[in-house]
């Protein structure tokens, strides 16, 4: 089968699905297509257009670090994740462990020889076109199926058109972050939980969010941490992108005065702490993240602290000096969507359901997380041409948990883009074990995350039959 110029069929076999983007998520989806007998076009930009971050024009370039983070597939959720994309044939796993270079217990790659392999593999498949042209506005009405991968750096005239369909103010703007925690790590022999003024809100009970007081030392002595400590520093390209309007850096909060705080996110009004029947000098809110309540955000603390900084200074907060965390916050020129208000559960816009978007656009972070949401667009898209169905992949599983979060689970207002972690996979059935002695203990630490790596990798196994994967293509020869 050929494609015409505009990518459609010229014989009686499926029609192809456009992917606009060859970044990690934009391949994986293309390698999902052709793998289940489904043509693709491929579209990148680059060389045509460059950007302010790639250096070169290959498929799948690894902008920032080299490193796919922790393989450990036992107590590491995105060692989880690389576990459950081997298992689907995942192109960027295949590549990345091809060309694995020593970095202890992470899966560190070489970057070129990685983007090689990817390139070389996706041009080598009889079913892949690859056309190297920028898609400059909305798609042509006549590609009837569009995978949209862009990434964190999707060019502006593409972002308007997207901009325009869902309804959503700017897409670009420097994205402040602000820690995720985990809620079993808050210590509540100090934190309590109190909405402001007991207010019970839509769904709430009056006692939504966690509660951190500080004293007027206490208090002091953080705003100095913040106002010293080591701050990321803007790149060149970056400068002229404002903050994105309402996520005003803690630390920048910090600089206007000494009590900006206290009248802004650290306000003690409303709030009183049952342990003393007192008002605190100032209190940090901490407001439940997603629906099984194990993640918590810490409410206005975006920052561009260094993460090192961030553990540090944030762990002096008096309920948080043994907080582990899910994400840290950060601060860095971003593109993505409000993916659980405009998406559907299947990546589809529900605007206009012929797009779907993959990769970080959706609102995941991180290498390993946009190919797997690349790999279930792509499944997505073959199935639906094939007109075949698609079990969604299990919630307990790494990859159904990324796709759960952002197409629903998520709060959609404020939704930010997220790490794969434990706190989005559901806890286990069975919170405790049998020691021993007979007596119950409680499942924690170390031991909770096995056992809920466990039940993710068996229950992808008990899933994998019904995705079509289970054929897997070779890489291309070196």
């Known amino acids: 089968m050929t494609n015409g110029p505009s990518g459609q069929s010229t014989s009686d076999g499926p029609a192809p699905v456009h992917v606009i983007g060859g970044g990690l998520a934009g391949s994986e989806a293309s390698w999902a297509l052709a793998r289940l007998g489904v043509p693709v076009v491929l579209h990148e930009m680059r060389p045509v257009r460059g950007t302010d971050a790639h250096q070169t024009e290959g498929l799948a370039e690894l902008v920032c670090s080299n490193s796919f983070r922790s ?4 107590a590491n959720a995105v060692g989880v994740l690389h576990a459950e994309l081997r298992r689907c044939g995942s192109l960027i796993m295949a590549a990345g462990d091809q060309h694995q270079v020593p970095a202890g217990g992470a899966l560190a790659v070489d970057r070129v020889e990685f983007s090689n392999t990817v390139q070389r593999t996706l041009e080598a498949h009889p079913l892949i076109t690859i056309q190297r042209e920028e898609v400059a506005g909305a798609p042509p009405a006549d590609w009837d199926s ?21 309804g959503e103010d700017a897409l670009a703007f420097f994205d402040a972050i602000a820690p995720i925690v985990h809620a079993e790590s808050i210590d509540f022999d100090i934190a309590w939980l109190q909405s402001r003024y007991d207010k019970v809100g839509p769904g709430g009970t009056g006692k939504d969010y966690v509660n951190c007081p500080m004293t007027e030392a206490e208090y002091a002595a953080f705003v100095d941490a913040l ?18 309007s ?17 009248f802004g996110p650290m306000k003690p009004v409303g709030l009183t702490n049952p342990k003393t029947g007192r008002a605190a000098h100032a209190v940090v ?8 309540a194990t993640l918590f955000n810490m409410v206005g603390f975006q920052t561009k602290l260094r993460h090192g900084e961030q553990a540090r200074v944030f762990r002096t907060i008096p309920g948080l000096q043994n907080a582990e965390f899910a994400r840290l916050g950060g601060l860095h020129r971003n593109t993505f969507i ?3 208000k405009v998406l559907d559960g299947a990546l589809r816009m529900k605007a206009d359901p012929r797009l779907r978007f993959a990769g970080q656009i959706t609102g995941v972070e991180g290498y390993v997380e946009s190919a797997a949401i690349g790999l279930i667009a792509g499944l997505f898209a073959a199935c639906e041409r094939l007109d075949r169905a698609l079990p969604i992949p299990p919630r307990t599983s790494a990859l159904g948990s990324l796709l759960a979060h952002i197409t629903g689970e998520a709060e959609v ?30 499942l924690k630490g170390i031991e909770r995350k096995k056992v809920m790596a466990g039940r993710a990798l068996a229950d992808l196994d008990s899933w994998l039959p019904s995705s079509g994967l289970a054929q897997t293509l070779p890489l291309a020869a070196e």
């Open 71 to 74: 393989d450990d597939a036992e």
């Open 146 to 166: 569009v995978i949209v991968a862009t990434g964190p750096l999707t060019s502006t005239p593409l972002a308007e058109a997207i901009r325009e369909r869902t």
């Open 227 to 244: 106002l010293e400590g080591e701050k990321i520093a803007f790149k060149e390209w970056e400068a002229s992108t404002p903050y994105f």
């Open 246 to 262: 309402g996520c005003m850096p803690v630390e920048v909060m910090a600089e206007r005065g000494r009590e900006t705080l206290r």
């Open 285 to 292: 809110q901490l407001r439940q993240d997603n629906a099984s």
């Open 338 to 340: 409000n993916s659980p």
């Open 413 to 442: 207002d404020t939704f930010q883009p997220m790490n794969i972690n434990f706190g989005l996979l559901p806890p286990p059935e069975q919170n405790f074990v049998i020691t021993e002695n007979g007596k119950k203990k409680k």
